[in-house]
């Protein structure tokens, strides 16, 4: 049997197809160590008349989520998420974190014994009792393998355009480290390996809130100083929440790829702050803009501030983490934007 290691990458959307093109790359350079064929689950919709699966086996090029990039030939499009497992030894999850758990029921059972995978996901997973589940931990325990967590600076354009970037894998059980870095890195993705898997993910769906806030900032016509304010105030509060609901989290994560750094890239150009300003300036809803902006893209930051605060609520800590709960009251428009430079001044931090 061969030794060599099949890759599915779960999901196709604009940080998957970015991710598509890496791997598609690496695994033909690296022939020795992983099968050239690459499956990738796309959710089958119809764009301009073509199935999306056609137009990326013929066309190569996912033109409804990454367009302008071509896909490597060995990255195949399936529309059956079984059909894109079978037979995987690294599964990659990469999609809105809202259509994990259906994604998984679909799964379990049908993964290979031994396979292991890693989530490039960002966000909770709202749990019974009042809790949030990692969605790294929703994999292991649908699908029984275990799941590391890639995360870091990353907007999936910039990384397509190959400029510059790093990430962080968090990776508790080291042995899968070094096969994954091989599988991701390449000379403009460079990627740093480390045991704490959950802080990594942590920061990975926390910083989504802060740059709905950051967003705000922005739209209220606030400058960089205030912006920077937000965001620190927004790491404090990750750090705390780390301290609080993930003690065995160490500090040091927060200086890798995973923390500050993708806490500033976003708060600077990601599409949860460019929707947060809108929201500010245009008075709609944030599900109406989501509509309007993203073309089919999904939002992070307001979800993921639900699931907090849903956890918060329960433990009665709201006040406790004031940011997080601000964004997401403001976001439910159940509190004016115009209160949130009250939150930023009144911060138990200043106090
Ligand atoms: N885009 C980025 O720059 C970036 C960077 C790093 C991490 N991430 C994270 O990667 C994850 C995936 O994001 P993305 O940017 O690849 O996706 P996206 O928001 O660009 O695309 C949405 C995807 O969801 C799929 N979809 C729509 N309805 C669905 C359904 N009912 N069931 C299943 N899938 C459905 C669409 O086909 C599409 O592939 C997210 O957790 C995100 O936070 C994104």
């Known amino acids: 049997m061969s030794s060599k290691k099949r890759v599915c990458i779960v999901g196709s959307g604009n940080w998957g197809s970015a991710i598509a093109k890496i791997v598609g790359n690496n695994v033909m350079e690296k022939s020795d160590k992983f099968e050239k064929e690459v499956k990738m689950w796309v959710f089958e919709e119809m764009v301009n008349g073509r199935k999306l699966t056609e137009i990326i086996n013929q066309d190569h090029e996912n033109v409804k989520y990454l367009p302008g990039f071509k896909l490597p030939e060995n990255v195949v499009a399936i529309p059956d998420v079984k059909d894109s497992a079978e037979g995987a030894d690294i599964l990659i999850f990469v ?162 790829s995973c923390g500050v750094a993708d806490l500033v890239t976003t708060c600077y150009g990601g599409r949860n702050r460019r929707v947060a300003e809108a929201f500010v300036k245009t008075g709609k809803s944030i599900e109406e803009l989501e509509k309007e902006m993203l073309n089919g893209q999904k939002l992070q930051g307001p979800p993921t501030a639900f699931e907090v605060n849903y956890m918060l609520k329960n433990k009665n800590m709201e006040e406790r983490f004031p940011l997080f709960t601000a964004i997401h009251k403001i976001c439910k428009k159940e509190t004016d934007v115009k209160q949130f430079m009250d939150c930023l001044k009144n911060h138990p931090e200043h106090m």
């Open 95 to 256: 999609l809105p974190h809202q259509f994990v758990r259906g994604v998984c029921k679909q799964l379990k059972g049908k993964v290979n014994d031994g396979a292991t995978a890693v989530s490039l996901i960002k966000g909770f997973d709202v749990a019974e009792g009042g809790g949030i589940l990692l969605i790294s931990s929703v994999i292991r325990d649908q699908l029984g393998v275990p799941c590391a967590a890639l995360m870091g600076a990353n907007i999936a354009n910039e990384v397509a355009m190959e400029n510059y970037c790093e990430a962080t894998i968090g990776c508790k059980d080291m042995k899968y480290g070094p096969l994954l870095k091989e599988l991701f890195q390449t000379n403009y993705f460079r990627i740093v390996v480390i045991e704490d898997e959950t802080t990594v993910e942590v920061c990975g769906a926390l910083k989504n809130i802060v740059a709905v806030g950051a967003g705000f900032a922005d739209g209220l016509g606030y400058g960089d100083n205030t912006k920077a304010a937000v965001i620190r105030l927004g790491l404090m509060e990750m750090v705390k929440f780390c301290e609080v609901f993930y003690p065995e989290s160490q500090q040091g994560t927060f200086l890798e």
